[in-house]
T-cell receptor, first 110, second 118 residues
Framework: KNEVEQSPQNLTAQEGEFITINCSYS?????LHWLQQHPGGGIVSLFM???GKKKHGRLIATINIQEKHSSLHITASHPRDSAVYIC????????????FGKGTHLIIQP | EPEVTQTPSHQVTQMGQEVILRCVPI?????FYWYRQILGQKVEFLVS????????KSEIFDDQFSVERPDGSNFTLKIRSTKLEDSAMYFC????????????????FGPGTRLTVL
């Protein structure tokens, strides 16, 4: 069973700050999702990555498979970025379910 | 842009009743999933489905649960005899699988069905 730890659990920052959310997991994986969940409950996939780095707009995700660690960065943060950010590894291939972390509650204040 | 849809958005039922939650995955996707999130807790995997059969299920997915793809578009989750502890948000997700010679398993989620068992 993959144990997923995210840090920090809660983060409040000022608009414009650079944000980093960390994720570590215990079992080797094939890929990892970063997901965003808004207060209304909907889940949006931000990234799926299996190596290196991906960038989408102001969001950057990195992963180090050997160290079992991934990070999500937000540059020039904005109040609309306020949400829960969730790390969810795939352990295998095929139709394996994701193992979700508890999430990081991010609040960006204007 | 194609999206996963779920109906109903909110279902209220009495304990012991059967409920069916419905999902329409993205049309060219071949892998389908159900997850649940109890209020205040993390999202948990229930089951995955491929080629008209269950591929993987968690320990949560006991005999009270079943899944079906009754036609070419719908994917359903049935709970036979609901319990109070089944109250949760249920999310459907889908992924394309093999495309262009590459296995691509990014999962796309529906908006969820909030199930309340009284």
């Amino acid at each position: 069973k993959n144990e997923v730890e995210q840090s920090p659990q809660n983060l409040t920052a000022q608009e414009g700050e650079f944000i980093t959310i960390n994720c570590s997991y215990s079992v080797g994986i094939s890929a990892l999702h970063w997901l965003q969940q808004h207060p209304g409950g909907g889940i949006v996939s931000l990234f799926m990555l299996s190596s290196g780095k991906k960038k989408h707009g102001r969001l950057i995700a990195t992963i180090n498979i050997q160290e079992k660690h991934s990070s999500l960065h937000i540059t020039a943060s904005h109040p609309r970025d306020s949400a829960v950010y969730i790390c969810a590894p795939h352990s295998g291939g095929g139709a394996d379910g994701l193992t979700f972390g508890k999430g990081t509650h991010l609040i960006i204040q204007p | 842009e194609p999206e996963v849809t779920q109906t109903p958005s909110h279902q209220v039922t009495q304990m012991g009743q059967e409920v069916i939650l419905r999902c329409v995955p993205i049309s060219n996707h071949l892998y389908f999933y159900w997850y649940r999130q109890i209020l205040g807790q993390k999202v948990e995997f229930l089951v995955s489905f491929y080629n008209n059969e269950i591929s993987e299920k968690s320990e949560i997915f006991d005999d009270q649960f079943s899944v079906e793809r009754p036609d070419g578009s719908n994917f359903t989750l049935k709970i036979r005899s609901t319990k109070l502890e089944d109250s949760a948000m249920y999310f459907c997700a889908s992924s394309v699988g093999w495309t262009g010679g590459t296995f691509y398993n990014e999962q796309f989620f529906g908006p969820g069905t909030r199930l309340t068992v009284l």
